[in-house]
């Protein structure tokens, strides 16, 4: 498994290696779009699909790249898995670049505003019942992250 921290791709640098594997990961539309969604916090599967209307399978893909490479990390809670950055600060400069190309923070950062219209999550809906959703444990820690 090669990590965006090790990476070691040719006879490049390694700053240079090691950036553009990072870019690599984040160039890919759906992975940028988990990325910001989970900018400002955990979020299981079920949010993901609803958020971003894409099966699960398509998710599963991403999300491996993406922890592959160290970006983002797992967390079982039950038959649901949850997840979040490794490190959220990652979002802020993706925000900023955004910015210095004429697209509004306010764009980016709307994928990771809760609650979601029809996410049947229990961050986004709280009144759902427990079993038709993807919730946790109300006794297990919530890992957010602030950015």
Known sequence: MITFMD????????????LSVFFDA??????????????????????????LGIRQAVISQHLMVLRDIQLVEAERSGRNI???LTHP????????????????????????????PGCPCPQCNPSENPLLSCARKPSEPNHTHSS
Do not use: D, M, W
């Open 7 to 18: 990476a070691n791709i040719s006879s490049e640098p390694v700053a240079i290696s090691t």
């Open 26 to 51: 984040i160039g890919q539309p759906t992975r940028l779009k988990i990325l910001l969604t989970i900018g400002k916090g955990e979020a299981c599967v079920c949010h993901l699909e609803s958020r």
């Open 82 to 84: 949850f997840y979040h």
């Open 89 to 116: 600060e990652i979002i802020e400069p993706i925000i900023r670049l955004g910015e210095i190309l004429g697209i509004p923070a306010e764009e980016l950062l709307s994928l990771s505003q809760k609650p979601y």
